[in-house]
């Protein structure tokens, strides 16, 4: 099976921009989660989506959003971008109690 | 949110084994424990789960103890290739309840 797929995998974009991240799961897997991680937080909780519903929501303000589409695949927003969001954003797919990461979209904002 | 202690940084050598231990006082009934491996600018890679007792895949053996406070991933052998970050994650695992913490991981150096 092919793994977690994330789109873009680099993206550069100024302040107060917004963004949107892809995120394909494993096949059959319909639990997608969403992490932030950088250097001075290390990995951060962002959300979860299971059958299209958000599940689950770490402490991130409302800027940071997402959704999930009937086929599992997952998109997450991030809107009026800060000099602080410049990260590595990773997407999860899970398989009853295991969680598969993917190559995540590394983030740069100017 | 069971939280993790672990050791900021191991060495080792080619060849050895190498025992990582992570603490988990406050485990729920319904926690897993998961072991995650990171390279640089890479997602985590899964490497073993398990609820209690020992469990053992290709790459990796867990020991857990019957109070589950604790647990111990054992990589055999290990090569200059497992130099990482590697993580012990506590938590529900079910759909909507996976707001899994992560702690600092355990930076493990492999010399020749």
């Known amino acids: 099976k092919a793994g977690v797929t994330q789109t873009p995998r680099y993206l550069i974009k100024t302040r107060g921009q917004q963004v949107t991240l892809s995120c394909s799961p494993i096949?059959?897997?319909?639990?997608v989660s969403w992490y932030q991680q950088t250097p001075g937080q290390g990995l951060q909780f962002l959300f979860e989506?299971?059958?299209?519903?958000?599940?689950n929501k770490g402490n991130f303000p409302g800027r940071f959003s997402g959704r999930q589409f009937s086929n599992s695949r997952s998109e997450m927003n991030v809107s009026t971008l800060e000099l602080g969001d410049s990260a590595l954003y990773l997407c999860a797919s899970s398989w009853e109690e295991t969680q598969y990461f993917g190559p995540g979209t590394r983030l740069l904002v100017l | 949110l069971a939280k993790t202690t672990q050791p900021i940084s191991m060495d080792s050598y080619e060849g050895q084994e190498v025992n990582i231990t992570c603490s988990h006082n406050?485990?729920?009934?319904?926690?897993?424990i998961t072991w995650y491996q990171q390279f640089p600018s890479q997602g985590p890679r899964f490497i073993i789960q398990?609820?209690?007792t020992k469990v053992t895949n290709e790459v990796a053996s867990l020991f857990i103890p019957a109070d589950r406070k604790s647990s111990t991933l054992s990589l055999p052998r290990v090569s200059l290739s497992d130099t990482a970050v590697y993580y012990c994650l506590v938590g529900d695992m079910k759909p909507g309840r996976r707001a899994l913490t992560f702690g600092s991981g355990t930076r493990l150096q492999v010399q020749p």
């Open positions: 406050n485990i729920a009934t319904n926690d897993y």
């Open positions: 989506y299971f059958s299209e519903t958000q599940r």
């Open positions: 096949s059959g897997h319909r639990s």
């Open positions: 398990g609820y209690k």
